[in-house]
């Protein structure tokens, strides 16, 4: 039987990254994306990408309303690998911080850690209050794991695709499935001389 990924995209910025999860997932064999799309992420979508609500649904093995909050994905007897939010907003953090369940993306996130599964949250919110920060708190004290889309630079990005796909293929690290997307860091040293040269150059450039 195939395995199942539910792939949340929440009206946070940086919608792409779900869209990137989705199409990258239709290159796995044995692996069924099952996609929760907020009303907010298609307002993202609108605005920040070209793609449709149908295009993305249609990118997914199935697709779920996120008023349905009887689905499959809403039992823990239903089998899943866990749940991807990706991006997650600080409102869809505070629900499953809070396991504040009327929504099927929350419901489904806390069926999720109740059954000791993976939850990975892209939370993207930006400066953040004390408020963020308790609920990324709370939501890891739950068993998820907040990974902030921030970016990398160590693989030398030249397109934003470069950016998103890093993070994309690190989140799904996460879950042990490797689209070789990511960049992986070269297992080579720098050699200790260059590297203490380095730091002497940091060193001189910081003086005033
Ligand atoms: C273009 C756009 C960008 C937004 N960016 C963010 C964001 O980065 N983080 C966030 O928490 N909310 C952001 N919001 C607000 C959320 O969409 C809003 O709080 C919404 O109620 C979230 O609902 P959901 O979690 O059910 O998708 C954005 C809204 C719009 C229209």
Redesign the pocket.
Known sequence: MAERLIVAL?????VIYGVRVLQVLQQIDGLESHLIL????I??LV??TDFTADDVRGMADRVYS?ADIGASISSGSFKTKGMLVA???????S?IANSYDN?L?VRAADVCLKERRRVVLLF???PLHAGHIDMMERATRNGAILMPPVPAFYHRPATIDDIVNQTVGRALDLFDIDPRIVKRWKDETVPDQEAAMGARELKAAAKP
């Open positions: 929440s009206g946070a910025s940086g907020t009303p907010s992420a307002r993202t605005e920040e996120h991006p997650c907003s600080a409102k869809t953090l629900g929504e993306v993207r919110e930006t």
